[in-house]
C-alpha cells in the first residue's frame, strides 16, 4: 500500500524559509512522476513544482520561480521542496503526490489527477 508523509510545515515569518519532506513508501516511486501541491483556503488545489526522475526534467510555478528548488533522495525515499523568501500568498496546506502515466509538467497542471497523495503539512506564512 502506497504511503506518502509529508512533515515540516511551520509558521514562518515574511521572507523565510522552510524545507518540507515527503517520505514515500509501499510502492517503487523510481519510474514516478512526484511533486508538490499545495492549496490555500477557498483556493483550487494548485500544482507547485513536480519532476521525474533526478536528471530528468523539473516543473516549477510561474510563482515560485527562483524561490523553491524540488529535490529527491531515492536512498532515503524522501522527496523536499526547500522553500525561501516566503511571502503570505505560499500560506497553505502543501501536499506530496505522484503518478506513473504522465510527466511533470502535466502532472502539475493536473491534465491527470496523480494516483497517490500525502495528507499534508500546513505551511503559514505571517508576521
Known amino acids: 500500500q502506497a504511503h506518502l508523509v509529508e512533515s515540516g510545515g511551520d509558521l514562518v515569518q515574511p521572507g523565510g524559509s522552510l524545507t518540507l519532506s515527503c517520505v514515500i513508501s509501499?510502492?517503487?516511486?523510481?519510474?514516478?512522476?512526484i511533486g508538490w501541491f499545495r492549496q490555500a483556503p477557498g483556493k483550487e488545489r494548485e500544482g507547485v513544482s513536480c519532476?521525474?526522475?533526478?536528471?530528468?526534467?523539473?516543473y516549477y510555478a510561474d510563482s515560485v520561480k527562483g524561490r523553491f528548488t524540488i529535490s529527491r533522495d531515492n536512498d532515503k525515499n524522501t522527496l523536499y521542496l526547500q522553500m525561501n523568501n516566503l511571502q503570505t500568498d505560499d500560506t497553505a496546506v502543501y501536499y506530496c503526490?505522484?503518478?506513473?502515466?504522465?510527466?511533470?509538467?502535466?502532472?502539475?497542471?493536473?491534465?491527470?489527477?496523480?494516483?497517490?497523495w500525502g495528507q499534508g503539512t500546513q505551511v503559514t506564512v505571517s508576521s
Open positions: 503526490a505522484a503518478e506513473l502515466l504522465i510527466g511533470p509538467q502535466d502532472m502539475c497542471q493536473m491534465t491527470l489527477k496523480p494516483v497517490y
Open positions: 509501499g510502492f517503487n516511486w523510481t519510474y514516478y512522476s
Open positions: 519532476m521525474g526522475n533526478s536528471d530528468g526534467p523539473i
